[in-house]
Nanobody, 115 residues
Framework: QVQLVESGGGLVQAGGSLRLSCAAS????????MGWYRQAPGKQRELVAR???????NYADSVKGRFTISRDNAKSTVYLQMNSLKPEDTAVYYC?????????WGQGTQVTVSS
């Protein structure tokens, strides 16, 4: 069974940076589509960034130019580099793993951006 463990969340001042990591186990990681989602209080879960097995990426309009998703297949890890953080980025961030029709989720890591 696939297990995903997120890390790197925390409290940061507006304009600062954080780097989230998601380590996968029990996965054929190199052929999985990986993504980061977030959910703020009172809001619906939304896609933040996605990276395919071929390395193609896409981002939510709200984070384009500020966030970068990447993957290290040798380490079975996906990253989300978050720069120029805004208070509106405050949310629980979830790692997502998709292989065909099967999806798996991490437990989430809290990101809080203060002004």
């Amino acid at each position: 069974q696939v297990q995903l463990v997120e890390s790197g969340g925390g409290l940061v001042q507006a304009g600062g940076s954080l780097r989230l990591s998601c380590a996968a186990s029990g996965s054929i990681f190199s052929i999985a589509v990986m993504g980061w989602y977030r959910q703020a209080p009172g809001k619906q879960r939304e896609l933040v960034a996605r990276i395919t097995l071929g390395g193609s990426t896409n981002y939510a309009d709200s984070v384009k130019g500020r966030f970068t998703i990447s993957r290290d297949n040798a380490k079975s890890t996906v990253y989300l580099q978050m720069n120029s953080l805004k208070p509106e980025d405050t949310a629980v961030y979830y790692c997502n793993h998709q292989l065909g029709a099967s999806q798996f989720w991490g437990q989430g890591t809290q990101v809080t951006v203060s002004s």
